[in-house]
């Protein structure tokens, strides 16, 4: 919008390094697919891809879910799920986020969760989910400077540790740019055992 355009010519101005791309996050709803036919559902970067979440403390996912999701993929875009790690749904069971993942969904995390500021919980499932193949990008979701501040670093550092630096350096650099660029990123396979329980088993000690 208008607004969007002023700030990046401000940026420009002051010879910043910092881009400025528009989207949005959208909850699931029945309607999304009428929404992205009028041209009304914000998507990254004005590309393919589109941030959604759903309800935190919905025990199931809605039952029109899978169908919306599955039109909106049919209609060309690519859904992008936001803090999966917060919802109630995900924490009773991975297999859920699983299969979203199988039918080629991306995941993104919060950096706040995985440095513990949600809570030890909400910590704990972030990084079961990125042991078992499931997050795709990490993200500051800030919303302040202060409570929810736009910082990556400890965040990255903590994943690096439990799935890699390249894999970690690739979830807040390679894999959003190309989501902003509208290009392909490859989901592999979750690794998820076969037995539930390795989701509340604690956590890696660290290194």
Known sequence: GAGLADLQRLLAESDSQLALSPGGEVLIDPALPERHAAGRLPTLGAGPYFLFEVPFSAPSLPNYALPVLAELQVAGLRPVLAHPERCAVFQRDPRVLACLVERGLLTQVNATSLRGAL??????CAEAMLRGGLVHVIASDAHDPHVRPPVLSRAVARAAR????TAALAMVTTTPAAILAGEPVAVPEPALPSDR???FWPPRARS
């Not at 439990?162 to 630096?165: A, M, T």
């Open 119 to 124: 809570g030890r919980p909400v910590q704990r």
């Open 162 to 165: 439990l799935v890699g630096e």
């Open 197 to 199: 329980r390795w989701w």
